[in-house]
Every structure is written in structure tokens, then in C-alpha cells.
């Protein structure tokens, strides 16, 4: 089944981990490459009906991603649900604290969890790997206060195993860039708004058209800062004027390319050590 045949073993301790944790399981599912393995890892495990792909339904993520779930579910043969979340009307969310991302996923598991039992389902699981422990991910932190277990990170599955195993299935999200929610992009303190979301997904919808993958754009304001790979600053100067006015059109007035290139989590770089220690010990006001 398996070309490298130092992978099949790895895939077959994640479907018996996975197992073990119970009968029928409900994936926390972004239609990202590593929730994607772990759907098609649980429906290898225990069969597609014993298997729901939940899709948190939000204006933080665009359009696109939500169409690609829906349509990975079903290649994937088993059940996918929408549950739609209210982040935003949370305001400890809204004002982008560092904590922002405990919030939101406290707002997801809460709703998935009530699927979980409407369904008389056993458990939730999520796509975290041994290689999201490195950053700042208070996140994480309330899947654990829910009960969320994650396989992969469980037995030190990596990303880079990950898109290899992928590959292996034929899942074409083995290559997908990595996709975090829009409101990765804006910096902390900046306020979140259903307006200033569909800002970004705007800017970005223009990159994406143009054939670019793994970028990010920055909300500054009036300021859209564009990280891509440098390998493809070439081609961000080649399609500038097409770029300008589609960006422009979303409503900035000012369009910048970072010459650092695209960093994932670069919004985190002015985190002090001692308050990204603070947010994985300490729990803020929820």
C-alpha cells in the first residue's frame, strides 16, 4: 500500500491510537492536510458511520475553505456538519487579546461538543501534531479543558510525517499550505470586526485567483502588508498592478510586500517569552 514502507507502520499506530479512544468520534475538521489524515484515519479506524467531519461555521474563515470541507468530506465518504459559531459577539474574542484564540476554540468544541452528545457520539478529536507544541497556541488549552483528544500529537506524529502519509492515501491536501483562521491577521489590540474579516478575505481572494499559495495578508489599518515565499516575489511584481487594485478595491489604501517573506504565526514575534509562559499556565477570565 505504501511505497515508503517506513510509513504504513506509523499510519497503522495512529488508526489503532485512534481505536482505542472509543467507538464513534466526531473530528474537529478545517479541510486542513492534518485534520483531513485524521478523518480518513478515524474512517480507516471505525468505519465511516461511526465517524462525523464538524466544520466550525464562522466569518473568520473565508467562503473557499468551508466549500473544500464539504466537498473533502464527501470524497472521504462520511457525515459532515456545520456548527456555527458566535466568536464574535464575544468581546474578551473581539478585542484580539493574546488570549484570542481560547476563546475561539472554546466557542468551537463548546458547539461541537453538543453534537457529540446530541449524537450519543463518545469523543472529539482534533488535528493537533507533536509539532504544534512550539508556539503560541492558547487553543490548545481549551481543547484540553473540553476533552478534546489529539492522536497525532499523542504519539508524536509531525507535520512532515503527516503530508508524507497523505501523499501515500492520495489525499490532495497533502501539500495544502498551511491555513489559519483570518483573524491570524490582524496584530493584537487591533479589534475584530465582521467587516474588517471580509476585508481580508478579500485582499486575499485576489492572491489566491492569481495562482499563489502559502501567503498571508496583514491587516495594518489602512495597510495591507502581502507575505509571500520569496520565491514568488518575482511574481508578486509581475501581477503588482493587478494585485494593487484588487487589494485596494477590498478597501486599503496602501499595499506593501514584506520582504521577510512569509511567516507562520509572525503576528506572535512581539510575544514576550514571559507572557507566552503566563498563557499556557494561567487561564484568562472565561
Known sequence: MF???????????LTRHIAGMGSSIVVAFSAGVDSTLLVRATRDALGADRVIAATGLSDTYPAEEMQEARELAEE????????RTEELTDPRYAQNSHQRCFFCKSELYGRLDRIREERGFDLIID??????????RPGLRAARDLGVRSP????????????????????????????????????????ITVEKLR???????????????????RHHDTIARIEVSPDDFLAVLEHHDL??????????????????????GSLNEGLSIKLREASTHTASSA
Open 3 to 13: 511505497q515508503n514502507p517506513a510509513l504504513e507502520p506509523r499510519y497503522a499506530e
Open 76 to 83: 472521504l465518504g462520511v457525515e459532515h456538519v456545520l456548527a
Open 127 to 136: 488535528g493537533t501534531n507533536a509539532d504544534d507544541l512550539g508556539d503560541h
Open 152 to 191: 497525532m500529537q499523542e504519539i508524536g506524529m509531525t507535520k512532515d510525517e503527516i503530508r508524507q502519509i497523505s501523499n501515500e492515501l492520495g489525499l490532495r491536501t497533502w501539500d495544502k499550505p498551511a491555513f489559519a483562521c483570518l483573524s491570524s491577521r490582524f496584530p493584537y489590540g487591533t479589534p
Open 199 to 217: 476585508q481580508v478575505a478579500e485582499a486575499e481572494r485576489v492572491l489566491r485567483q492569481l495562482g499563489f499559495k502559502g501567503f498571508r495578508v
Open 243 to 264: 494585485i494593487v487594485e484588487g487589494i485596494k478595491a477590498s478597501g486599503y489604501r496602501f499595499v506593501t510586500l514584506d520582504l521577510k517573506g512569509y511567516t507562520s
